[in-house]
């Protein structure tokens, strides 16, 4: 009896044990990666799952209950900050530009968690990062305010401009600096005020969720970002990128091939692919892009290039991957490939070439969210270089020392410069002699590419505009995208040049008025 009343014990101690260390290692370990043993330690191996949680009501409380970091635009607007709430959470969210920044700053709530860059970046506003512990090792254990201030890459007169030029119509305004890939705007239609979802009084909190119920079902999404998370046919922005890869591979120039004059091009096995309004068009590759060759587009994606060439092109643009910006949440991927079926199981236009035919034009099977073809203009833009795409500018703590800046950084090389500069003429002649004309701007240097997606059920299309400009003989300072999903009719009231053009045109005279 006593060896098995000894070895029950020796049981219980272990169950006890047990018990003892799971509950430290969620209760501290899991916890504490993120404080001050992290901050010690430098630990990256611990969970902060529990912590990092956005529904974790007593971080939340925590939370509340502390200073939290405003967020701040490049020219210095507040668009997120906390003030006395006078309640149990002593703290209130409060996003003072209302719906103009709702997908940008995201919201942060009691009842829904937190998202955008309230979420990205919770750790700098909340002080809890390894420098922002570390800044002094008496604040390791005190109430000092630790908190960090974000400044993001965002212009505010920029975002103004965007909000304006597009108005009512439902669509998206993305701005870039090619050189750094700072996010100098990134506006759509509709969007969201997160003070509602935000606040946490009883009563606005069932409207906020009912609020929010309805936002989530409403056309458009607003709580969706549009620029990363919506997809939409191309058009003939996309022969930016047929044109890149065809002569990066040195299989197109400025003076081959020279593409016959034609109405429609025959893929074969598949339906004539026929240009705008039954046009006759062909030659060589400026005049193509400038004139937005249906014809000769297709045929170079589907004879000149071949699919193979076609889709490992595309991915250095970041097809069929993540985008890389500081927002968190999935991102929609931009792809051109077919979708898979018994004809063909890879995806890869084996047995789709119709479908290669239609994707070198931006039709067919070819999606893309705006960042993305943002990224193709600022590829172009900035000779052949795709840099990595941010919102974060630099993180202060409350004496304005800096504890975090963004360093700008290449995400990948999507052409050779040589190929670059080469687009980059042909886009001069879209401007000069093509279907964006409306698009100069006296004394500056400017490129586009307009499209016109022509939608299934072929009465709307998107309209897009894809432009960059800066100074003549000096790299490009700013790349202008705008989409306008679903625009009624047919022919030229329709067009990318027509719907989109001036929003473009708009947005880009403000990002160049500082002399940028």
Not at 182 to 202: G, Q
Not at 285 to 303: D, P, W, Y
Not at 370 to 396: F, K, N, S
Not at 451 to 463: H, K, V
């Amino acid at each position: 009896m006593t060896r098995q009343i000894r070895a029950l014990a020796v049981v219980l101690m272990v169950c006890f044990t047990f018990l003892f260390v799971q509950v430290n290692l969620l209760q501290v370990g899991d916890r504490s990666c993120a404080g001050v043993i992290g901050a010690i330690v430098g630990s990256t191996t611990c969970r902060n799952d529990l912590d990092r949680d956005p529904l974790n009501r007593r971080a939340m409380l925590r939370d509340f209950a502390r200073p939290r970091g405003s967020i701040a635009t490049a020219d210095g607007v507040v668009i997120a900050k906390s003030v006395d709430s006078h309640d149990r959470y002593v703290y209130q969210r409060v996003y003072p530009a209302g719906s103009l920044y709702g997908q940008i700053t995201g919201y942060y709530s009691f009842v829904y968690g937190s998202s955008g860059l309230e979420a990205q970046y919770n750790d700098d506003l909340a002080g809890r990062t390894a420098s922002q512990r570390l800044e002094s090792l008496s604040d390791l254990f005190s109430n000092t305010d630790t908190s960090g201030n974000l400044t993001i890459t965002i212009r505010n007169d920029l975002q103004q401009a965007a909000q304006t030029a597009l108005g009512d119509r439902t669509g998206t305004v993305v701005v870039l600096d090619p050189r750094s890939g700072a996010v100098r705007a990134m506006w759509s239609n509709p969007n969201f005020d997160p003070n509602p979802i935000s606040h946490h009084d009883s009563d606005t909190v069932h409207t906020a969720r009912d609020a929010k119920n309805m936002l989530a079902a409403a056309p458009g999404h607003p709580l969706v970002n549009a620029a990363v998370g919506a997809l939409y046919a191309p058009g003939s922005t996309m022969k930016l990128v047929t044109g890149s890869v065809g002569v990066d591979l040195g299989k197109v120039t400025p003076d081959q091939p020279v593409y016959p004059p034609a109405k429609s091009y025959q893929p074969p096995y598949g339906s004539a692919i026929a240009n705008f309004s039954g046009e006759t068009c062909g030659g060589t590759l400026f005049t193509i892009l400038a004139v937005s060759c249906n014809s000769a587009f297709a045929q170079m994606g589907t004879e000149t290039i071949g699919p193979a060439a076609m889709l490992s092109g595309a991915a250095r643009f970041g097809f069929d991957a993540q985008l890389p910006i500081d927002l968190p949440g999935p991102k929609a991927e931009s792809t051109i490939r077919p979708p898979k079926s018994t004809q063909d199981p890879n995806g890869d236009f084996t047995h789709e070439i119709p479908q290669l035919s239609l994707a070198s034009i931006g039709q067919g099977p070819t999606v893309v969210t705006p960042l993305q073809m943002a990224m193709v203009t600022a590829a172009i833009a900035d000779d052949g270089v795709i840099m990595t795409p941010h919102l974060l500018d630099v993180v202060r703590d409350s004496n304005g020392n800096v504890t975090r800046r963004w360093r700008d950084r290449p995400w990948r090389r999507a052409t050779t410069a040589q190929t670059a500069k080469t687009m980059q003429d042909a886009m001069r002649e879209v401007v000069t002699n093509g279907t964006a004309m409306n698009m100069a701007i006296p004394g500056y240097d400017v490129g586009a590419k307009t499209g016109t997606a022509e939608l299934a059920n072929n009465q709307s299309n998107n309209a897009w505009m894809a432009a960059w400009a800066g100074l003549p003989g000096q790299t490009p300072s700013v790349v202008v995208v705008v989409v306008v999903p679903n625009v009624p009719g047919y022919g030229n009231a329709a067009t990318g040049s027509v719907v989109a053009g001036p929003v473009a045109l708009a947005v880009m005279r403000a990002a160049l008025a500082d002399g940028s």
